[in-house]
């Protein structure tokens, strides 16, 4: 088993940053595969960013080059770092970890992109 807990959202303005955190306890394995997704109202939940043991990231287009996923494994905290926030960027955002074909996700953490 494996528990995720997000922090890090709030409200902040069009072209400023947040860093998000996803604190990870229990077993972590390193065929896992960490990432962030969100959910903005009335849409479906949609990737962000996912990353690798090995150091493999993949981006959604619309945050590429904005948005940087990391991990500090002696931590146990995966990271999203996002610059120049748009409206369009405000959802919850969740922590996902992707092991042997079986989701786990945290409670999310709410951005707000606004002026």
């Known amino acids: 088993q494996v528990q995720l807990v997000e922090s890090g959202g709030g409200l902040v303005q069009p072209g400023g940053s947040l860093r998000l955190f996803c604190a990870i306890s229990?077993?972590?394995?390193?065929?896992?595969?960490m990432g962030w997704y969100r959910q903005a109202p009335g849409k479906q939940r949609e990737l962000v960013a996912t990353l690798t043991s090995g150091g493999r990231t993949n981006y959604a287009d619309s945050v590429k080059g904005r948005f940087t996923i990391s991990r500090d494994n002696a931590k146990r905290t995966v990271y999203l770092q996002m610059n120049s926030l748009k409206p369009e960027d405000t959802a919850v955002y969740y922590c996902?970890?992707?092991?042997?074909?079986?989701?786990?996700w945290g409670q999310g953490t709410q951005v707000t992109v606004s002026s």
């Open positions: 229990g077993t972590i394995f390193s065929s896992d595969v």
């Open positions: 996902n970890v992707e092991r042997w074909g079986i989701d786990y």
